[in-house]
Nanobody, 117 residues
Framework: QVQVVESGGGSVQPGGSLRLSCTASGYHKSFYNMAWYRQVPGKERELVAQMTRTGIPSYGDFVKGRFTISRDHDENTVNLAMYSLQSEDTAVYYC???????????WGQGTQVTVSS
């Protein structure tokens, strides 16, 4: 049974930084894709960053070079380093692990990120 667990959320002032971590366990291979999404109440969940086994990252347009995603493919972990955080980045951040393209995917429980002065 796959379990996805995030950590590292919290509160930070505008302009600050946070690092999110995620571990996906219970899968016998390297996930095809691991990603971070975020959601605020009343809005759809949106992609923040993702990285497939190719190691090539992609980011949501709003990131604008402020975030960096990294993966350990063997350990099925993914991190998100966030810099120059703004109040608009306040959201619940979710980790997502995908077995193969359009295959089974697994969500974590989410971690709250609050950017406020």
């Amino acid at each position: 049974q796959v379990q996805v667990v995030e950590s590292g959320g919290g509160s930070v002032q505008p302009g600050g930084s946070l690092r999110l971590s995620c571990t996906a366990s219970g899968y016998h291979k390297s996930f095809y894709n691991m990603a971070w999404y975020r959601q605020v109440p009343g809005k759809e969940r949106e992609l923040v960053a993702q990285m497939t086994r190719t190691g090539i990252p992609s980011y949501g347009d709003f990131v604008k070079g402020r975030f960096t995603i990294s993966r350990d493919h063997d350990e099925n972990t993914v991190n998100l380093a966030m810099y120059s955080l703004q109040s608009e980045d306040t959201a619940v951040y979710y980790c997502y692990a995908e077995e193969r393209p359009l295959g089974s995917g697994y969500w974590g429980q989410g971690t709250q990120v609050t950017v406020s002065s």
